[in-house]
């Protein structure tokens, strides 16, 4: 599989930072604010618990793990969101982006080869790697003077990436949008798109994780105030949302789940 993405590398690209140099560039950087880093296994144990896996996990098991990141947040009846801007949150955009984000951000670079790209909310490790397969240029949404737009910043000017960080309300209309992992950590997920789409952009990438118990994560969410708590049911309706818009609904398959993709007809 690496293989197969590996060779879709942008050859006029040539920066390269494996897993483990950021790794090693995450610890450095919170030495600098004296902070102890974080070994790779100790990441997972902080998001999930001891001898957890992620992919057989289920709400009432995450409650559970009082401790951990999943279970503060279930257990403080979803309104936990100090984590968003502690610096220990750098390990979890990276543990995030390794585990479950590494295999869309590399189709969508060769997708929008040349192109900017809006990472909704996104992180320094996707807008990366959307330029090292092809993307232009990547503007990443996200707030204000937090810690990872410290991080962000450094790694921007350290490796001179194409690479800017803009506030959610100053999208470029006609962009096109990126959002891995991100309407599940919206409570009423129509409200946000709408929100996205007043900035008409005309082309949309989405891949979600509906109702999977993780940080941030609501469970159920809305949808023009209908709760939903499983996946399939939530994913349809927020499909039939966007091509209620003049949307143009395009399944993307590659090697890892399913990306959908969404383009603007050109009579709306």
Known sequence: MGKKINK????????????????????????????????????AKKIWGTNC???????????????????????????????YFKNEYLYVLYFDYFSTSRHTYPVVGVYEKGNIVVDVGGSIFGAYNLLKYGAKKVLITN?????????????????????????NNKIPHNSILLCSEYFEHFKNVDIELNRLLQFKPKRIY?????????????????????????????????????????????KIDRFFGKIERYDKLLNN
């Open 8 to 43: 879709w590398i942008d050859s006029n690209f040539n920066i390269r930072i494996s897993k483990k140099i950021w790794l090693n560039l995450i610890n450095n950087w919170m030495a600098k604010y004296n902070k102890k880093g974080i070994l790779n296994n100790e990441i």
């Open 53 to 83: 896996s992620f992919k057989k996990m289920d709400l009432n098991t995450v409650k559970k793990l009082k401790n951990t990141y999943a279970g503060k947040w279930f257990n403080s009846n979803q309104n936990w969101v100090e984590l």
């Open 143 to 167: 707030y204000d003077n937090s810690f990872q737009n410290k991080f962000n910043n450094f790694i921007i000017k350290k490796f001179k990436l194409n690479i800017k960080i803009i506030l």
């Open 206 to 250: 989405v891949k979600n994780s509906f109702c999977f118990p993780a940080y941030g994560h609501y469970i159920p969410i809305k949808i023009k105030k209908i709760e939903y708590y499983d996946s399939k049911s939530a994913q349809k309706i927020f499909q039939n949302l966007l091509i209620s818009r003049g949307y143009n609904l395009t």
